[in-house]
């Protein structure tokens, strides 16, 4: 049995995780995080209900402490929340691995792990590419998470090739995206879009696109974040993407 702590427990996804692990038999809710539960820390969650894994979905102000809170009691961490820095998460690598306990982040849904996975193995191949990020009009972090992940991830790969390099644009820089890990990346803040992340690749007379869209159910997510906890056992350190835990 894998005893589970959710922080934002009461929140859009965090509810419905906590639905569908009071409904798996090998999962054991043991407490809950959030201004109106019984814990309003987690800290104090975990001190009172030890716990195997935190599932962190609250808002990018408070996941890294959260995160770090369970790290340094060797409990295991999934964590959903975009906006981290780089140094954010070095430092939750650093804190993990001296703790001995993995901490997996990023967009839970099958199809964004995926589109890493993908994105990953196109840019082996074609040498130019940029990233589309579509959110809704309210999301205040731009680039969103996941778009950030697959820039990332292609910069593992190497760098895209630029037709005219930026510092020769003419006009508004602004209207090249922003540079992120290496690749443009261009957010588009509107309403009717939940997520929407989209790689555009392309050679000489040809292009791929490779999109990756999420709807406003939480079902998706929900699926993805108990494969990450059933996954954990073992691991240690960060995971950046569900793509690393799937076979």
Same mark, same amino acid.
């Given at each position: ?57 609250? *808002? ?5 402490? *959260? ?29 993990? @691995?001296? @703790?001995?306990? !993995? $901490? $997996?982040?990023? *967009? ?42 697959? !820039?990332?991830?292609? *910069? ?92």
């Amino acid at each position: 049995m894998i005893r589970v702590c959710i922080a934002g427990v009461t929140g859009w996804m965090g509810r419905a995780v906590a639905e569908a692990v009071d409904a798996a038999p090998d999962l054991e809710l043991v407490a809950g995080v959030s201004r109106s539960a019984r814990f309003t820390s987690v800290a104090d969650a975990l001190d009172a209900a030890p716990a195997d894994v935190l599932v962190e979905y609250t *808002n990018a102000s408070i996941a890294k402490c *959260n995160a770090l809170a369970a790290v340094d009691r060797r409990v295991h961490v999934v964590m959903g929340p975009s906006g981290l820095s780089d140094p954010d998460y070095e430092e939750i690598d650093r804190r993990a @691995r001296d @703790r001995g306990v !993995a $901490v $997996v982040s990023g *967009n839970f849904t099958v199809t964004a792990g995926l589109l890493l996975r993908l994105a990953a193995e196109a840019a082996r191949h074609l040498p130019a590419w940029e990233v589309i990020d579509y959110a809704t009009a309210a999301k205040v972090e731009s680039p969103s998470g996941t778009a950030r992940d697959v !820039a990332e991830r292609l *910069n593992g790969v190497r760098a895209p090739a630029l037709g005219v390099p930026l510092a020769q644009t003419r006009g508004a820089l602004e209207a090249r995206g922003a540079t992120v890990a290496g690749s443009q990346i261009h957010s588009l803040r509107l309403p009717s879009f939940t997520i929407s992340t989209e790689v555009v690749f392309a050679s000489d007379g040809e292009r791929l696109s490779i999109r990756h869209d999420s709807s406003e159910k939480p079902a998706p997510y929900v699926a993805g974040t108990l494969l990450a906890i059933r996954s954990l056992q073992g691991q240690v350190g960060l995971i950046r993407g569900l793509d690393r835990l799937l076979s």
